[in-house]
């Protein structure tokens, strides 16, 4: 059997204090490649990337997280990936669990895995998750599950794997450059009839990691809902739909 090739995509934003911290854990020997996509970071970013001669592209200007990450997935197809995890650069998740993460794509169980953070709530709110965004992840997964009939731990982790033709047959360029872009593939996965499977990793909350404030995880939260509203007015039309 030929081997997959992997490919670790990690969107930066002013990730300069994370960026080395995660890549040093990433297991060289299992993942082919590593891609930084800078977003017009306005600190060391792209020097730190380049000085770990990473393979790194960078934004002229700021697009957003969406934004970023659809550099990342067109980059990484183009080297050839068979399979692309997605990885956020702030050091909040443990890149050993890679190979678990890629595994059940690898055998063929699964199309898309998350490396969920919650496992349990002790442990979750004890590595640092804040209380108002351990209940709105809560509640918005219950939404979730209900509607798009799936029963996942949750939708909003920062660490996902994604079968090569998964990426290929969503229209990635239609989703949003902002946040919301990460339940817009897992949504478009899902009427797409790709599997989504999951592994628990737990994530920790340190002082130099990236976290979106109140204000933005609010917009977040109604914009997940309104897309969920989307879905359940016409799946078809969902996938065709225009959300720059
Ligand atoms: N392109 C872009 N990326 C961003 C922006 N803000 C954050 N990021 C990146 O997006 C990733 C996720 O952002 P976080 O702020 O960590 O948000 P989160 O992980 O969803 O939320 P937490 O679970 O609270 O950490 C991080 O790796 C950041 O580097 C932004 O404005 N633009
Ligand atoms: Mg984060």
Redesign the pocket.
């Known amino acids: 059997m030929k081997k997959n090739k992997i490919i670790v995509v990690l969107?930066?934003?002013?990730?300069e204090k994370t960026l080395e911290k995660t890549y040093l854990k990433i297991p060289k020997k299992i993942v082919d490649e590593i891609i930084v996509v800078d977003?017009a970071s306005h600190d060391k970013t792209v020097e730190k990337a380049k000085k770990l001669k990473l393979k790194t592209f960078v934004h002229k200007k700021?697009?957003?997280?969406g934004?970023?990450q659809k550099t990342c997935y067109r980059e990484a197809l183009k080297l050839g990936a068979d399979i692309v995890v997605m990885l956020?650069?702030?050091y909040?998740y443990d890149p050993k669990f890679i190979k678990y993460l890629i595994q059940p794509i690898i055998d063929n169980s699964f199309d898309v895995m998350l490396g969920t953070r919650i496992r349990t709530r002790d442990e979750t709110l004890r590595n640092g998750?804040?209380l108002y965004?351990y209940i709105s992840n809560r509640f918005l997964t219950i939404v979730e599950n209900l509607v798009l009939g799936l029963n996942l731990s949750e939708y909003?982790t920062?660490f996902r794997a994604f079968r090569r033709n998964v990426l290929e047959k969503i229209n990635l360029k239609n989703l949003s450059n902002d946040?919301i872009f990460d339940q817009q593939i897992l949504i478009s996965s899902h009427i797409l009839g790709f599997r989504i499977g999951e592994i628990f990793n737990p994530s920790y909350?340190r002082k130099d990691?990236?976290?979106?404030n109140f204000k933005r995880s609010l917009k977040y939260g109604l914009e997940t809902l309104l897309n969920l509203f989307y879905y359940l007015i016409d799946k078809n039309k969902y996938l065709q739909k225009s959300f720059k």
């Open positions: 969107p930066a934003y002013n990730a977003d700021n697009l957003g997280y934004g970023n956020h650069p702030d909040q998750m804040p965004k909003h920062g946040f909350y990691s990236s976290s979106i």
